[in-house]
């Protein structure tokens, strides 16, 4: 018998809702994707020996972590809490500022990103979700199976998220659209502008290189698996003080890395709340940045919590 999950794969009716699926990735895309996922993963590898008294001065670190920031921000405060969620209303520079930030952080252009989110969450821990941790077991074998595929084995499928049917605002943005297309600038930026800086600081070619290597694929890879971490371990991993409808939990040794994201729980049970961490302690640095942009007028609209709307959602 035919699940409605399965209907909803294939081309659905005239009636119906359109499909999850819009397709395969094209050969380009792919091997795109290898690319600039298994490049980081290396530049990882690498950076241990190097470590090891060499190749690493205090340009590098500062550069490192500017990029880390302007890209990791760009993910939480723009692909997630705006364009995913509507956490909050932007004004268009700041709109396009975000989108492009977003897009440095090489996790893939900002309408296919926020497709890909909004299924998550439409489908959260069920068939459907595309990087669910849950779905093949609770064996040993099936959490290893499925630690790897949340983490990052989901993003070597071949199968494409249907725009037209999540992320149709967006596709009607004429804005996000542009720098949907310029992707292939901002990844290209995002590698190049580490480089230009780290030699003009030192006034060597030395300089940008290893600029190039630590600020580039060395950040570029962290700040992908601290992303990818909040796919796999906050959905495996951690308290649940809120009622959310799948396994997500707060992990809070990466709420700093990953600007707040971690309070994942109760993300998932008030997913256009602009504040994730909510409780005593629980730092939010991607919130703090919209409170900011909210008192210079840039962001309105705000979905702040509320002790009522918190009272409500706390666990029994």
Not at 141 to 169: C, S, V, Y
Not at 195 to 209: D, E, N
Request: aromatic share 12%; proline share 6%; hydrophobic share 45%.
């Amino acid at each position: 018998m035919t699940s409605t999950l399965d209907a909803e794969r294939g081309g659905g009716t005239s009636r119906g809702p359109k499909p999850i699926l819009e397709g395969t990735r094209d050969r380009k895309t792919i091997i795109g994707v290898y690319i600039f996922i298994l490049a980081p993963v290396v530049a990882l590898v690498a950076a241990v020996p190097l470590l090891w008294g060499w190749g690493l001065g205090w340009v590098d670190v500062a550069l490192a972590v500017f990029f880390f920031y302007l890209s990791g921000l760009g993910i939480t405060v723009g692909y997630h809490r705006l364009f995913t969620h509507g956490s909050f209303r932007a004004k268009r520079p700041l709109k396009i500022a975000l989108a492009a930030m977003g897009s440095m952080a090489v996790q893939g252009p900002p309408i296919i990103w926020v497709a890909d989110h909004r299924r998550h969450h439409a489908f959260s821990d069920r068939e459907g979700d595309p990087h669910s941790p849950w779905l093949h077991g609770t064996s040993p074998a099936g959490l290893a199976k499925g630690f790897w595929h949340a983490h990052m084995g989901w993003i070597f499928e071949h199968e494409l998220t249907n725009k037209q049917r999540f992320a149709p605002d967006l596709l009607a943005d004429r804005d996000i659209v542009r720098v949907n297309k310029l992707f292939w600038l901002f990844t290209t930026l995002t590698l190049l502008l580490p480089a230009v800086l780290g030699g003009l600081l030192t006034w060597s070619w030395w300089g940008a290189v290893t600029a190039f290597f630590w600020a580039g694929p060395v950040r570029i890879g962290i700040l992908h698996h601290v992303t990818w971490s909040t796919n796999s371990i906050c959905h495996m991993v951690g308290d649940r003080p809120f009622t959310s409808r799948d396994r997500a939990a707060n992990f809070w040794p990466l709420a700093i890395l990953s600007f707040g994201e971690s309070w994942h729980n109760l993300h998932h049970a008030d997913p256009t709340c602009a504040r994730h961490g909510v409780k005593r302690g629980q730092i939010d640095t991607s919130a703090r940045l919209i409170w900011v942009f909210e008192k210079l007028g840039w962001a309105t609209d705000v979905r702040w919590p509320t002790p009522q709307r918190l009272e409500k959602l706390a666990a029994r």
